[in-house]
């Protein structure tokens, strides 16, 4: 097996991570979810344009696609496509409640939801799902952030500056960590929904996603992040990698820093926004997919979350792949969510 470019495995099953952890770091997001709590989220769940494919002729709708809207804080109105499977679909996976099991997908860095299609199959097992667009990205979810400074690109440091000047509150990604969880907890009350059978799933910043949601949402009940996005940034920055999806951590240092006067404030104040730190509150089931190879997410940033999962847990590594497609993890994850 090749040693990785980053650290050798034997040392990555053990790395715990470098980037600060703020101090009050519980009580940040103890005071973020009691701001969820009282934003009122107006969800509005309406027909979609486009209709889920039919049997033919008098054979019906096997899944009815949904437009999902919802307020998240600070007033932005959160966009999530919704795919509800119907009839003798729906019943293959319903318990004796006849409710059945529900997966949360989480989309790439500036991504968006993409097609419905590409879902159809989850649906066609009978899942529900609902798949996300994060504010201010590729989707169709607003962004209202007052925040001052860069917002050319790069959502890790929108809202830096307030947050070095005393208002962690402002960092953009507190407010998307959190627009997952109300999303979890509207799929939840679905009527159609089991809240005890919700898994969460993504890649990159979806993979960071998906930890965020399974450790502010306990009753999320499996998780499949795959190379997770946003996690241990001072390492990024150490191994000199602050490049691709994290250069935008190298620009801030550039415009706002030049002479790193505040890199430990800096990287405390990212520590807020950094899954690591959360992935101990994590009690669903987790299965990560890890290539070793992956210079945008680097394992060992990886690493760094997975090993603060105290719950139940496994990865599947693909030692010569990197920030990529992973043959088979997708039928790894499906056979794993089948568990629901």
Not at 294 to 302: A, F, I, L, M
Request: proline share 6%; aromatic share 10%; glycine share 10%.
């Amino acid at each position: 097996m090749p040693l990785t470019f980053d650290m050798p495995l034997d040392a990555l099953q053990s790395y715990q991570g470098v980037n600060p952890r703020p101090s009050d770091f519980d009580q940040y997001w103890s005071a973020a979810l009691k701001e969820l709590e009282h934003t009122d989220p107006d969800v509005k769940i309406v027909p979609a344009d486009h209709r889920a494919p039919s049997g033919g002729g008098d054979e019906p709708d096997f899944a009815a696609y949904y437009d999902l809207y919802f307020t998240g804080v600070g007033g932005s109105r959160i966009y999530a496509k919704l795919i509800k499977p119907l009839g003798s679909t729906a019943r293959r996976r319903s318990g004796g409640n006849g409710k059945g099991p529900a997966i949360i997908q989480f989309h790439g860095y500036a991504g968006s939801s993409g097609d419905w299609q590409s879902r159809l199959g989850l649906a066609a097992a009978g899942f529900t799902v609902a798949a996300m667009d994060c504010r201010g990205q590729g989707g169709r979810s607003e962004d209202r952030s007052p925040v001052s400074g860069n917002t050319l690109n790069g959502h890790i440091i929108r809202g830096l500056s307030e947050a070095l000047a005393g208002r962690p509150e402002q960092l953009l990604y507190r407010a998307i960590f959190l627009d997952t969880v109300r999303l979890a907890q509207i799929v939840m009350n679905l009527d159609w929904v089991d809240p005890d059978r919700v898994g969460v799933t993504g890649w990159s910043q979806g993979g960071a996603l998906t930890y965020a949601c399974a450790a502010l949402e306990p009753r999320i009940v499996r998780a499949a992040p795959v190379y997770p996005f946003l996690s241990d940034y001072k390492r990024v920055w150490e191994i000199d990698l602050a490049k691709d999806a994290y250069a935008e951590l190298r620009d801030y240092f550039r415009r706002f820093d030049p002479l790193h006067e505040q890199e430990t404030q800096i990287f405390t104040a990212l520590g807020y926004i950094d899954i690591q730190h959360l992935a101990h509150r994590i009690q669903a089931e987790v299965l990560q997919g890890i290539g070793l190879m992956d210079t945008v997410c680097p394992p060992s940033t990886q690493f760094a979350a997975y090993n603060k999962v105290r719950s139940k847990k496994r990865y599947i590594l693909y030692p010569d792949f990197g920030h990529e497609d992973l043959p088979g993890l997708h039928d790894h994850i499906l056979d794993f969510m089948c568990g629901l």
